[in-house]
């Protein structure tokens, strides 16, 4: 039986992007993928520039990957800034 860690892998898709002349892989479940590539259709981007943005305004401590995903969240879930601190620290409780 795989190990949690190794299900979870089996799970991400990684993928090669160009970013400012740097190539690098991101891994992410595919279902961030699909709300990436429907968020930076909606914005009139191609995904590498929509990544390309999201790498640029991230904290330095953040991963990419990570940074992704919040962006998905954020897009599809309005009231995360607010329930979120300015240090990204969760409010609820």
């Known amino acids: ?8 892998a089996r799970m ?17 479940e595919p279902e961030f993928w699909h ?3 429907l968020i930076a259709q909606a914005r009139g981007l191609a995904l ?20 992704l995903r919040v962006e998905a969240l954020r897009e599809w879930m309005p009231a995360l800034p607010e ?4 240090d990204g620290q969760d409010q609820l409780g």
């Open 1 to 8: 039986m795989p190990l949690p860690a190794q299900r979870a």
């Open 12 to 28: 991400l898709h990684k993928r090669s992007l160009n970013l400012s002349g740097h190539r690098t892989s991101v891994a992410l």
């Open 35 to 37: 709300a990436l590539h």
């Open 48 to 67: 590498a520039a929509l990544v390309g943005q999201v790498d640029a305004a991230r904290p330095p401590d953040r991963p990419l990957a990570s940074a």
């Open 83 to 86: 329930m979120a601190g300015a």
